[in-house]
């Protein structure tokens, strides 16, 4: 059983520029979720996606934006890169839309200068 | 508004004692709670749920939870503190899986 990856691992952007993350979901899982954790807190959850289509969104503006391919594999696009944009972002996968376990990936830590 | 508190943000035990880590949620209903443990650049890892049932839960590495439903509370514990314990802890809950609620974790120093 493969359990989630994401890359890159590390990145450093400048403000004003454009990232992309990648997840790939643990095999079975139809749903995922991305979370970013900054620097001695909580992981914050930004979206969910099941099935290709967002599914619930947290508290974070339109510049951050997700997709999800028929595979399951999920890309988080954040533009217009801010300093605080700065942490660790986390991909989780899951069974479905209900309550449960998540399985998280390593992480992206994203720097921006 | 949901949200999970942890009140300790640092705890410092010897080896071999025993911790216990606190957790207090606030939900609507009763959630799913679920304990994670991070190492250093790493990912979160589970250590152990309660979705109902038996208020006392059995997790990985020798980690235990009791959910009290009249504090609102999921406590974590363990008997015996190893080093290799050292990590950062987070306590979550969530009634949708993807959308979970993260305490800000409690970092854990095992001292020799």
């Known amino acids: 059983e493969t359990g989630v990856t994401q890359s890159p691992t590390h990145l450093i952007k400048t403000r004003g520029q454009q990232v992309t993350l990648r997840c790939s979901s643990q095999?079975?899982?139809?749903?995922v979720s991305w979370y970013q954790q900054a620097l001695g807190q909580g992981p914050q959850f930004i979206f969910q996606y099941y099935r290709e289509e967002e599914n619930g969104r947290g508290n974070f503006p339109p510049r951050f934006s997700g997709l999800q391919f028929p595979n399951y594999s999920s890309e988080l696009n954040v533009n217009a890169l801010e300093l605080d944009d700065s942490a660790l972002y986390l991909c989780?996968?899951?069974?479905?839309?209900?309550?449960?376990?998540?399985?998280f990936g390593e992480g992206s830590r994203l720097t921006v200068l | 508004a949901q949200s999970v508190t942890q009140p300790d943000i640092h705890i410092t035990v010897s080896e071999g004692a025993s911790l216990e880590l606190r957790c207090n949620y606030s939900y609507g209903a009763t959630p799913y709670l679920f304990w994670y443990v991070q190492s250093p650049g790493q990912g979160l890892q589970l250590l152990l749920k309660y979705f109902s049932g038996d208020t006392l839960v059995q997790g990985i590495k020798g980690f235990e939870a009791e959910f009290k439903r009249s504090q609102s509370s999921f406590n974590l514990r363990k008997p015996s503190v190893h080093w290799s314990d050292a990590a950062e802890y987070f306590c979550?809950?969530?009634?949708?899986?993807?959308?979970?609620?993260f305490g800000d974790g409690t970092t854990l120093t095992v001292k020799p």
């Open positions: 979550a809950a969530n009634t949708n899986a993807g959308k979970s609620t």
């Open positions: 095999s079975g899982h139809n749903t």
């Open positions: 989780a996968s899951s069974f479905s839309r209900g309550p449960g376990e998540l399985f």
